[in-house]
């Protein structure tokens, strides 16, 4: 009876040790995703804050004239700050060595492909890497891989200007949407046939957001620098005086005849391309490396 009943008592005891530890797997379970939440949080405010230094022109004119002056001045500071803001957030996400030795690695490669094209007629083979990296390891890790992969080039071909700052978030928005787009896992079954479907389906979908994210980027390049691109009095030309609607036409007729029908083009068709031969290969590659977050 002793025994039986010290048996009982432990077996109580160890009971009540699981029933208390309990709430704290899932407090443990909780912090990550609170920290998840207030990371997209602070990704999704500070590129709010970027879109509107990117768009400056189009909302100059309701800041009284007298400051009117300072508003590029601004935005021009504004992106690097938010760069730096953004980058220290994020990299708490990236926490694991083995983490931070691919993303080294993937803007090494990055930037040695950026360089090698230099965007000579807009072959810019660039974003094949940002979209098929920000698709497996997700929207954070596209992001810096974004902003990375344009500040090394940089550094290395001696290309910093203002305009570097700029570039770094354009990228780093091509490489999270591609994070963000749909997945359909268990969508086709697991047979051959269904897998190499979901595969074929899978590369269209990123040649397809390859295109979008080329014309996007070669707009919002455009955006921010065009005031200073073009002289006044044309037809083309930024206008401090006019409404937002009449800029806004003005700018879409200067991003069509400088570079949507050339530089865009060519980039799009160059992305469309090298996802549809490489890739297959590199998505199995990068996905053989497995690596958290993945959001």
Avoid: H
Avoid at 92 to 108: D, H, I
Avoid at 153 to 176: H, N
Avoid at 265 to 283: D, E
């Amino acid at each position: 009876m002793t025994d039986e009943s010290a048996t009982v008592r432990g077996n109580a005891a160890a009971a009540k040790i699981a029933v208390s530890d309990r709430p704290r797997e899932r407090a443990g379970q909780a912090r990550p995703r609170r920290s998840i939440r207030w990371t997209e949080g602070i990704l999704a405010g500070g590129s709010l804050l970027a879109v509107a230094a990117f768009a400056w022109p189009l909302f100059v004119g309701a800041v009284p004239a007298d400051a009117q002056v300072a508003v590029p001045i601004v935005a021009f500071a504004l992106i690097p700050a938010l760069i730096v803001a953004l980058a220290l957030t994020l990299d708490r996400e990236m926490y694991t060595a083995k983490t931070v030795a691919l993303l080294g690695v993937l803007s090494a490669v990055g930037a040695a492909v950026r360089i090698a094209g230099a965007g000579v007629g807009g072959v810019e083979a660039v974003f094949v890497l940002l979209i098929l990296a920000g698709r497996v390891y997700g929207a954070r890790f596209g992001f810096l891989l974004g902003l990375l992969t344009i500040a090394v080039s940089s550094v290395l071909w001696g290309g910093f200007g203002p305009w570097t700052p700029f570039q770094m978030f354009a990228c780093g928005w091509v490489g999270a949407g591609a994070g963000l787009l749909p997945r359909w896992q268990n969508a086709t079954g697991r047979n051959s046939s269904g897998q190499r479907m979901r595969a074929t389906l899978e590369i269209a979908l990123l040649a397809a957001y390859g295109v979008v994210a080329s014309y996007l980027f070669g707009l919002l390049m455009n955006l921010w620098f065009w005031p200073f691109a073009v002289g006044s009095g044309t037809g083309i030309s930024y206008e401090a005086t006019a409404d937002p609607g009449e800029n806004l036409a003005s700018f879409l007729l200067y991003s069509l005849v400088t570079s949507t029908l050339t530089w865009d083009t060519v980039r799009a068709i160059t992305t469309v391309v090298g996802i549809t031969l490489v890739g297959p290969a590199v998505l199995a590659a990068l996905r053989r490396t497995k690596i958290s977050p993945r959001r």
